[in-house]
């Protein structure tokens, strides 16, 4: 509640010397979900994702066929108790992976979103300066930013400059 009500005050004192002040707002969504960096980071999860997937299905075809074995009456009561041992041992198996499958997503998510975030920082601190802005505000799902005129929109513009990056 406190951070929305300096948010408000924020906006209050932006509007009231608004002719003082140059502002604009960079919609941070789109520029990662559009930008090539964005892209590539996007499929880079997605293509970990899959190998994950892959090797748990593998994990659950191979319980799928243990169990299978075990409803058969030719195994004596030895060979069920070793099908019951590699089947606990490929649950144990199936759990780690899931759980190192969502270490890994979210630390690459992270690291992605934190480097992303850095280099627009500068992209949008090298625009400010050239345009000779006082202030940018980030926009886009979770913001600060409740209404901006388009014409205080320079997304567009640091797209473009974080496209050039390689």
Known sequence: MRKILSVFMLVFMLVSVSKAVNVAYVDMEKV???????????????N????YQNKARDIQNKIQELQKQLQSPAL???????KRKELRELARQLQTLETQAN????????????SMVSEIKKIAEKIAKEKNLDAIFYGGLVSGVLYASPKLDITNEVLKE????K
């Open 32 to 46: 990662m979900n559009e930008s090539e960096k964005g892209k590539k980071y996007k499929r880079d999860l997605e």
């Open 48 to 51: 970990k994702l899959t190998f």
């Open 76 to 82: 004596n009561e030895k060979a069920k108790e070793d």
């Open 103 to 114: 270490e890994e997503l979210a630390k690459m998510k992270a690291e992605a979103e934190k």
């Open 162 to 165: 974080y496209n050039k990056q």
